[in-house]
């Protein structure tokens, strides 16, 4: 019963970070960045307070009076972490929910899984769970697998991105996805990939935090609530730093009290976006304390993002217009990615 409980908290999380960013769509007249930091300001700020307020007695003494070295580390992997949060909204800017989470999603799940066993082999004295005890046993070589097969359908994904850009008008590509750009979104959606991981990793540095919440009587269901508020206050910084520049470069900053456009709409969007965003991670978290943070329950999360992302991304029409080719070869690219995390879900059971 732990076990499915885990696995349904985390397909809930899967699912509202999968479809967070359509609301997003819906706020007018409003440069990316304006929209991104007023989404932002909830979902890093406001919603982690206040879940941490209802779930966990007193949790800001618990905070202050944490190690100092726990309280640097896990904020300075919610700051690299900001530098994905902040490429991933790129990436759906320029590729949209479907290629954009595809690509971004599994490169994250793929550093989540692979890099802590390098850190542990290059930095600590570890026997188990290094790099060079994964190529020395069955299970690490079944991940090891699983990585490559995502790396697989990644390639496919792309081929997909670049076959649509062949065939289809600039009119037709931007009918749906306003910005498209393949070559911009490829870069910035492995840039997110590769600094998302930095979330997981900032779970397991503010883990003395959790542990003090539930000796101080927090149901343990809900006790990484007090981690997300400092990882979340590393990522708000890099966010808040890139869109005030963003809004100085692009002259943006009148877009919060313009008159012209729907400004309780567009508030109201942002919010509901940012909401939406934040509850990932209260169900991840959830999860997480069922499952463990381990990389099954990294990798779980990324696959019912990346399933619910792309159901979205076909009803949005993102794939609008494009050949039956096309549509295979995307499929399959999303078929190869999910085929991984379950590959990599298996090596880590072994």
Excluded at 50 to 76: C, E, H, N, R, S
Excluded at 171 to 182: A, R, V
Excluded at 257 to 270: E, S
Aim: net charge positive; proline share 2%.
């Amino acid at each position: 019963m732990e076990s499915i409980l885990g696995v349904i908290f985390h397909s809930v999380g899967g699912f509202a970070s999968g479809s967070f960013y359509i609301p997003y769509n819906r706020v007018k007249s409003w440069a990316w960045e304006s929209a991104w930091i007023v989404g932002g300001v909830v979902s890093w700020l406001l919603v982690p307070y206040l879940a941490a307020y209802l779930t966990i007695p007193d949790f800001m003494t618990i905070i202050k009076t944490t190690d100092q070295g726990v309280i640097f580390w896990t904020f300075l992997m919610g700051l690299l972490w900001g530098i994905g949060g902040l490429t991933f909204g790129l990436a759906m800017r320029y590729l949209g929910m479907s290629l954009g989470m595809s690509i971004a999603l599994s490169l994250c799940s793929t550093f989540g899984s692979l890099l802590p066993a390098v850190y542990r082999d290059v930095f600590t004295n570890d026997v188990e769970g290094t790099f060079s005890y994964m190529i020395s046993h069955t299970g690490g070589q079944v991940v090891l697998l699983g990585i490559l097969v995502c790396l697989g359908g990644i390639m496919v994904c792309g081929k997909a991105g670049m076959m649509k850009e062949r065939e289809l008008t600039e009119e037709q590509k931007t009918e749906t996805i306003k910005e498209f750009n393949l070559t911009k979104g490829l870069i910035v959606a492995t840039i997110s990939g590769m600094m998302s991981a930095c979330f997981n990793f900032g779970i397991e540095a503010g883990k003395a935090m959790a542990e003090t919440a539930v000796a101080k009587g927090c149901n343990p269901l809900f006790q990484n609530n007090v981690i997300f508020v400092v990882v979340l206050w590393g990522g708000f910084v890099t966010n808040f730093v890139w869109c005030m520049y963003l809004n100085t470069r692009n002259k943006t900053f009148g877009d919060y009290l313009n008159a012209k456009a729907p400004l309780k709409k567009n508030y109201a969007f942002a919010a509901v976006a940012g909401t939406t965003w934040f509850l990932q991670f209260f169900f991840y978290g959830m999860g997480e304390s069922k499952l463990g943070n381990g990389a099954s329950s990294w990798i779980l999360h990324m696959a019912t993002i990346i399933l619910t992302s792309n159901c979205w991304g076909i009803v949005l029409g993102e794939w609008k217009g494009v050949s039956k080719s096309i549509f295979r070869t995307i499929l399959t690219g999303i078929g190869i990615i999910l085929l991984s995390v379950i590959i990599v879900g298996i090596g880590n059971s072994l």
